[in-house]
Nanobody, 126 residues
């Protein structure tokens, strides 16, 4: 059974940092692109970042470039999202997702991903 478990969310003040983790099981982790998405209340889900199966390619939404860093540890089957300089507008439920075939030009499109984990809440206070 494919499972993705996101964790690491919480409440933090603006300017602070959090590190999200996405632990995966049930499939060959090394073959999958992993993405992070978020959804704020009343807004559509948006792509935040993703990392290719090899780890050589990473993608970021313009809104998080320079503040967020994605990485993966294939031995631990975990993808991390280090979030620095957090802003109130980063407040959302964050989800991780996985798929084998993710077209690079659509790397941050949720329609590219078949497998999803439950979300973890990130709240940034001003």
């Amino acid at each position: 059974e494919v499972q993705l478990q996101a964790s690491g969310g919480g409440l933090v003040q603006a300017g602070g940092s959090l590190r999200l983790s996405c632990l995966v099981s049930g499939f060959d982790f090394d073959d999958y692109t992993i993405g992070w998405f978020r959804q704020a209340p009343g807004k559509e889900r948006e792509g935040v970042s993703c990392i290719s199966a090899s780890g050589h390619s990473t993608y970021y939404a313009d809104s998080v470039k320079g503040r967020f860093t994605i990485s993966r540890d294939n031995a631990d089957k975990t993808v991390y999202l280090q979030m620095n300089s957090l802003k109130p507008e980063d407040t959302a439920v964050y989800y991780c997702a996985a798929d084998v075939f993710v077209r690079s030009e659509f790397a941050l499109s949720d329609s590219e991903y078949a497998y999803w984990g439950q979300g973890t809440q990130v709240t940034v206070s001003s």
